[in-house]
């Protein structure tokens, strides 16, 4: 048998409904703020957390000819030297996380990587060419990739890991990676480089030697018009190091190889000449 409930009781039960769809909405409304806040949280995390990604080089020590006796100790030192530049490589990935623009692994590090180990790389041809065939095409074994896990927008395919003599994952020296030689930011005068004159320092060429000479003494002259070309369309770009980075380093590592090559074509049939690669450095003048 039903009877009404007490007045004070429907008030009582009334608020009790009311409380409870309170709590509800209360907890549907925490629910999707959590939700939402949850999924911004995890997307900066997934960009936080993206790894630097890994430097791959093509082995250049299975593509060596037997090595003769009297080049093994350079041709290791060489090729110890290519492993260590790729671990370099390989650390100033993971220092430099979030610097520079889209282009910054490319111009900072990838690309002197490739120009450290073309000089590298004809040390070795060279040093195999004294008493037997000189190597030929192994220059094409210098350029590295970049296994992306979403730093680098400007790296190539990707390539044979190397797997030179001591586990060829890094990187010496950081030519492109230390100092701060002239530049604060690149946002004034975009200045000029300045490079020690090569030529004025050669013995006499050989004739057999001058159009090799000659070729390589052009190409320091347009290695020069090229940084001078990137100061001026990289105005802006990067931070306080980004000249010594992306311009100043790499050109110190072209110009290395281009004056190593006329070192040696003069070395063929003269004497080599000795301590040119001291002139490769240049200078910003602002």
Known sequence: MSRALPKYNKRRVAFIGGAAA????GTVIAGFALAGETSRSSGTNARTLAGPGTVSCPDVQSRLPAVPASAKAEVDR???LLNAQIQEANKRLVDTVGQGGPNFVQNAIIGPLKDKRVATINRIATAIGRTAARPQGLDALAPCTLNTNGNAAAATPNATP?????GNTGNTGGKGNAGSAGNTGNTNAVGTITCPDV???LPAVPASAKAEVDRNLALL???IQEANKRLASSVGQG???FVQNAIL???KDKRVAAIDRIAISIGRTAAKPQGLNALAACTLNK
Request: charged content about 10%; glycine content about 12%; overall charge positive.
């Open 199 to 201: 030529r004025s320092k």
């Open 221 to 223: 002259n347009t290695q």
């Open 78 to 80: 060489n090729l110890t």
């Open 162 to 166: 190397t797997k030179q003599a001591g």
């Open 239 to 241: 931070g306080p190091n």
């Open 249 to 251: 380093g790499p050109l």
């Open 22 to 25: 309170v709590a509800l909405s």
